[in-house]
């Protein structure tokens, strides 16, 4: 006889991706430290992979974005200084699209990852 897991025991075992605003439990940072992860050009161009930012409460995507630029000036190749995100990268918040959610109006917390990056992943050119 197969003794299978019920459904909580399996659901405690596999990680379950957090949606915007749900508390994370698994963090390690001080309270107030808000993850912003580069990646692809936005990594060389600031020398950075991640930055970690203060924040006070919820705070709109668009605000946060804005701020960004005027900590990480390199960001400005994604961002626009009013918090837009340019053509050719991609924002999530916790690995989902942020126009899954309210788009730029999302509000997020310290308990939020934000992953920044560019659409163009690289590679080397091939010639036909």
């Known amino acids: 006889m197969h003794n299978t897991p019920n459904k909580s025991e399996a659901e405690s075992r596999s990680p379950r991706r957090k ?3 749900e508390r994370r439990t698994d963090r390690v940072e ?4 808000l993850r912003i992860r580069l990646f692809g050009s936005l990594k060389v161009y600031s020398g950075k992979d991640e930055l970690v930012i203060k924040i006070d409460g919820k705070v709109k995507l668009r605000d946060l974005l804005a701020n960004l630029v005027k900590l990480e000036p390199s960001l400005s ?4 200084v009013d918090g837009r995100v340019k053509p050719g990268y991609l924002v999530f918040i916790n690995d ?3 126009m899954v959610y309210q788009g730029l109006d999302t509000e997020v917390s310290d308990d939020d990852i934000i992953t ?5 992943h690289g590679g080397s050119p091939r010639h036909v």
Do not use: V
């Open 19 to 21: 949606k915007c605003g």
């Open 30 to 33: 001080r309270a107030g430290d």
């Open 77 to 80: 190749r994604a961002i626009e």
């Open 96 to 98: 989902a699209d942020y």
């Open 116 to 120: 920044l990056m560019p659409i163009s």
